[in-house]
């Protein structure tokens, strides 16, 4: 799912503990996954925003020549406006947009299967 067309809350939402167990039955498992997704959406984030801030990026390292740049500007508060990865995370977790697996689980289904 792409970050920017993510309609996430930009601001914390409470919810019921118990939705983020429908799932997993587990809420730390929950809670890794929402992690990891949150981590994955970070770097996203991340290497978008350093990919376009570096075509705005002067040659010169010179202090007196630094300038403010408009787009530049424009660009990050963009990013500053968008929700927080944690939240994209928790708000796809929610509405089962995340595919997980875990392989302990799948390694003891097999096991008991045979």
Known sequence: MDYKKSKAPTNTVTHNLMDFCDGTNNIYESVVIMSKRAN????QMRDDLQRKLKEFASTNDNLEETFENREQIEISRYY??????????????LHHNIYFRNPAKDKDNLSTEA
């Open 40 to 43: 994955q959406i970070a770097v």
């Open 80 to 93: 500053e406006k968008l929700p927080k990865p944690t939240l994209i995370a928790a708000d796809e977790f």
